[in-house]
T-cell receptor
Framework: DAKTTQPNSMESNEEEPVHLPCNHS???????IHWYRQLPSQGPEYVIH???SNVNNRMASLAIAEDRKSSTLILHRATLRDAAVYYC?????????FGTGTRLTIIP | AAGVIQSPRHLIKEKRETATLKCYPI?????VYWYQQGPGQDPQFLIS???????DKGSIPDRFSAQQFSDYHSELNMSSLELGDSALYFC???????????FGQGTRLTVV
C-alpha cells in the first residue's frame, strides 16, 4: 500500500480558502489520488479524485504535483459544514485504505 | 439516486453471540469493501469483493467471514463476538477499482 502523510489537524476561518496537503511519495503510476471526508457519526464521503491533471468539482479542487508525490485539496470557501476529517488515499488496483487524516476545524 | 444501503443501522449483541451485517451496493457497482471503525479511530479495512470473489483482505479476524452474492450485495458474518468488536461497520461500493467510492451510513454494533 502506498503510504500517505497528512497533518493531524488544521484550522481555518469560515469563508476563507483551505489548502489540505498530502504526501504520497510511494504512489504507484496507476493509482488515482482520492480524497474523502468524514463528518462526525457519518460514513466517509467522496470529495474528489485525479490521476495527473488538476481537477475541479462543485465541492473542491485537487492540485497534483508534477511528480505525483504530493497533492493538495483546496476548499475555496470553507463553511462550518466543511468541518470533518479529510483523508487522501492512493487508490488503484488494490484496496481503498484509510490512513490518519487531517481533522479540519472551521472557526466562525 | 440510490445510495449504499446497510442494515441494520444499530445492533446490540451479547458476548459470544453471532451477528450478520448486510450491505447493498449502488446498482451496477461490482466491488464492495468492508471497514471497521472504533471510537476515535480511522476506518480499518477488513475485506473486499470484486465480481463475487474476494479481492483483498485486511485486518479481519478469523471469527469474521464475508461473501458477495449473485445480486452483488454482501454480508459480513461475525461469530463469537467480543466486547472489542463494538464499532461502526461501514461498507462501500465502486464500479471497478480506482473509481469513486460510495459509503453507506454504517451499522453500529454494540457488544455487551
Amino acid at each position: 500500500d502506498a503510504k500517505t502523510t497528512q497533518p493531524n489537524s488544521m484550522e481555518s476561518n469560515e469563508e476563507e480558502p483551505v489548502h489540505l496537503p498530502c504526501n504520497h511519495s510511494t504512489i504507484s503510476g496507476t493509482d488515482y489520488i482520492h480524497w474523502y471526508r468524514q463528518l462526525p457519526s457519518q460514513g466517509p464521503e467522496y470529495v474528489i479524485h485525479g490521476l495527473t491533471s488538476n481537477v475541479n468539482n462543485r465541492m473542491a479542487s485537487l492540485a497534483i504535483a508534477e511528480d505525483r508525490k504530493s497533492s493538495t485539496l483546496i476548499l475555496h470557501r470553507a463553511t462550518l459544514r466543511d468541518a470533518a476529517v479529510y483523508y487522501c488515499i492512493p487508490f488503484g488496483n488494490e484496496k481503498l485504505t484509510f490512513g490518519t487524516g487531517t481533522r479540519l476545524t472551521i472557526i466562525p | 439516486a440510490a445510495g449504499v444501503i446497510q442494515s441494520p443501522r444499530h445492533l446490540i449483541k451479547e458476548k459470544r453471540e453471532t451477528a450478520t451485517l448486510k450491505c447493498y451496493p449502488i446498482p451496477r457497482h461490482d466491488t464492495v469493501y468492508w471497514y471497521q471503525q472504533g471510537p476515535g479511530q480511522d476506518p480499518q479495512f477488513l475485506i473486499s469483493f470484486y465480481e463475487k470473489m474476494q479481492s483483498d483482505k485486511g485486518s479481519i479476524p478469523d471469527r469474521f467471514s464475508a461473501q458477495q452474492f449473485s445480486d452483488y450485495h454482501s454480508e459480513l458474518n461475525m461469530s463469537s463476538l467480543e466486547l472489542g468488536d463494538s464499532a461502526l461497520y461501514f461498507c462501500a461500493s465502486t464500479r471497478g477499482f480506482g473509481t469513486e467510492a460510495f459509503f453507506g451510513q454504517g451499522t453500529r454494533l454494540t457488544v455487551v
